[in-house]
């Protein structure tokens, strides 16, 4: 249980198998907690680790490590300054401590170090020309859900050292989610691995739709029911959201009123519609009645009927005031009027 915290509290998401072993493989031969954390270096291929890892076994001090643990050094580079430096600290046991005061000691490291590179393994350029070069575009991406992840479109630069660049696996655009991208540059002894953060959002609101934009309302023996109005909301990513449209089917007692219909899917994307319901048929409104006067004495409302031509209509209608209306030709009329 105590080596399982320990793994967990140094070992980094974005590590490789490869790299991961190296870390296991340090706890096996007794490295500490403290020192494991120097070996994990996610930017550093496994073998550049291998370095850094026999350098501690073998008694180096980080700080002696640390003039070799650089991601620029390839790690044969860095496994002849190792040695150099650990047949340095053999050395210096063996020497006086008068001598280790004076200097002799670092020479001795230089010279060493030095000498085993030109004889063994000579430089053939600076260390910046022998590292594997891999730079990307963007360190993170977002996407629309539904859009395709092409990781090639990500890549600045790559150099060319017969070394294979290996693409992220394919990443699922159709949920929303975030995903790590993981590019790797590998040749015999190299590997540069680049990380890219992608994530997926989902962007596009539903489709609700309702079976009618406008009613009128006037059946009062039913309760109204304003789901009755909806046709469907379908999303694209969430698929039916039919069930999950909200509505109030709280009318007030006349007039034109509006029902709001709502539905959300789970990336939070809102759509809205709007039904009109015309309660009692209040909001149509009637035609108004034309009216017909005499222009002398009261004003009576009433209808205007034009008569027939050469027709001869006799009508009596009685009002208040006792006014007559008789029609007495075609085109007269005579109006009496009995004054009390």
Not at 114 to 143: H, R, W
Not at 271 to 280: E, H, I, N, Q, R
Not at 318 to 323: A, D, K, M, R
Request: aromatic share 8%.
């Amino acid at each position: 249980m105590k080596f399982q915290r320990v793994m967990n509290g140094v070992l980094s998401p974005n590590l490789t198998y490869l790299q991961k072993q190296q870390i296991q493989i340090g706890k096996t031969n007794g490295l500490t907690h403290a020192q494991l954390m120097k070996v994990n270096k996610p930017w550093l291929n496994y073998l550049q680790m291998e370095q850094i890892r026999l350098g501690l076994e073998n008694g180096l001090a980080y700080s002696q490590i640390r003039q070799y643990a650089d991601c620029r050094n390839t790690p044969e580079q860095m496994r002849i300054y190792r040695i150099a430096l650990e047949s340095n600290e053999r050395i210096q046991r063996r020497i006086s401590p008068l001598a280790a005061a004076t200097g002799i000691v670092s020479g001795l490291a230089a010279a060493a170090f030095l000498l085993y590179a030109f004889f063994f393994k000579p430089f053939t350029g600076s260390i910046q020309d022998n590292m594997l070069v891999l730079e990307l575009s963007e360190t993170s991406v977002q996407l629309e859900c539904g859009e395709v992840f092409e990781p090639s479109q990500y890549v600045k630069t790559s150099s060319d050292h017969s070394a294979q660049l290996i693409y992220p696996d394919a990443i699922d655009t159709s949920i929303p989610g975030s995903h790590t991208a993981v590019y790797r540059l590998v040749n015999d002894i190299q590997e540069t691995v680049r990380t890219m953060r992608v994530k997926v959002v989902d962007k596009t609101e539903p489709d609700l739709q309702l079976i009618k934009d406008q009613i009128v309302y006037s059946d009062f023996d039913k309760p109204f029911d304003c789901r009755a109005y909806i046709a469907y909301a379908n999303d694209t990513v969430d698929g039916n959201l039919t069930k999950e449209v909200s509505c109030s089917s709280q009318l007030h007692e006349t007039g034109l009123q509006e029902v709001l219909y709502r539905v959300s899917d789970y990336s939070g994307n809102t759509a809205v519609k709007t039904l009109m319901v015309d309660v009692d048929g209040q909001a149509q409104g009637k035609n108004d009645t034309d009216v017909q006067s005499t222009g002398n004495g009261p004003t009576a409302d009433i209808p205007y009927e034009q008569p027939d031509n050469g027709a001869n209509i006799q009508e009596e209608i009685v009002i208040e005031g006792e006014w007559i209306y008789e029609e007495v030709g075609s085109n007269e009329t005579e109006v009496t009027h009995d004054i009390q």
